[in-house]
């Protein structure tokens, strides 16, 4: 079963909910096939009949309702998920999801996560590697974690857009480009360093964009950790090969890296659609196959991994 788990969702009345709460963001979520419409999902449909996917997990990531006011984040959320549980009733054959949160209120988070998934029938959530100010090893999000651990869920990390707060990305027109990867880099990190996952090991973590340059300075990030000021629980490459990766970077020689890093059992098929839509959705799984792997690896990657990790076979 070929399972796309990174595929974005976003009903316009969400955005508009977003930007009326504050958000300044929700522009580049506003294309093509991103909606709620009939003519976006038939489109969606089109194209993942033409990559041959059977499947998307979608999540609203980064496009997440994270407010200071709790009253608005909740709401946000619980809109988002009301929404993704409606297309998920009308096609499940075709799409699952993943929930949005409203960090960074731990409790709350924590209430709705059980909604989504007792209710909703939903697989986890989708989270973004930094929340307003709070990095993911805030303890603020205890709660979070400890409910996430519990069911043994699914959470997806995704770039926030947030330039790494540094002007050298944001003033140059790299916020994607570069500084997407390297937010998952450092978000990860961050997770790593704080002992997240050691302390609930029951939650499963895929990494967008293959995760961003880990897989490229594993060994230099095990070399110099001793020296850094917090102390991971185990060597940052020991904790790394517990999660999974998604192929959202379309670059064989890096998914090659990703696979010799990492293992092909903990790396799954990833588009980031509609950012990546069309030709270029099909180029997403084709990529894979002509990636110089050896046919099994191939088969982990893009059949397998997705299917038994959300329980999709039975």
Request: hydrophobic share 45%; net charge negative.
């Amino acid at each position: 079963m070929r399972v796309d788990v990174h595929a974005h969702y976003y009903p316009v009345d969400y955005l508009d909910t977003l930007r009326n709460y504050g958000s300044q963001a929700t522009d580049t979520a506003r294309m093509p096939c991103a909606g709620s419409t009939a003519d976006d999902v038939d489109a969606r449909l089109r194209m993942m009949d033409r990559a041959g996917v059977d499947m998307q997990i979608m999540s609203a990531t980064p496009q997440m309702p994270y407010f200071e006011d709790r009253e608005h984040a909740v709401t946000a959320a619980r809109m988002a998920n009301d929404m993704y549980a409606e297309i998920v009733r009308t096609r499940p054959d075709r799409f699952a999801a993943l929930a949005a949160a409203p960090l960074p209120h731990g409790e709350a988070a924590a209430v709705e996560v059980a909604r989504a998934m007792d209710e909703l029938g939903f697989h986890g959530v989708g989270i973004t590697t930094v929340v307003l100010d709070h990095t993911l090893g805030d303890p603020a999000f205890e709660p979070f974690w400890a409910e996430l651990d519990r069911r043994g869920a699914v959470v997806f990390i995704h770039a926030a857009g947030t330039d790494l707060n540094s002007p050298l990305v944001s003033e140059h027109g790299l916020t994607w480009i570069v500084g997407a990867p390297f937010e998952d880099a450092v978000g990860v990190l961050h997770l790593l360093r704080a002992g997240v996952t050691a302390r609930y090991p029951g939650i499963r973590f895929i990494v967008a964009h293959l995760g961003g340059p880990l897989p490229f300075l594993l060994q230099r990030i095990d070399d110099n950790y001793e020296h850094w000021n917090e102390a991971f629980p185990d060597r940052p490459s020991v904790l790394l090969r517990r999660m999974w990766f998604d192929t959202a970077n379309f670059h064989p020689p890096s998914l090659r890296c990703a696979v010799e890093s990492f293992g092909a059992h903990k790396i799954m098929l990833g588009s980031d659609f509609p950012f990546f839509r069309d030709d270029l959705y099909t180029r997403a799984v084709g990529y894979v196959e002509k990636a110089g792997l050896s046919p099994e690896q191939t088969r982990l990657i893009l059949d397998d991994n997705a299917a038994q990790l959300f329980d999709l076979n039975t």
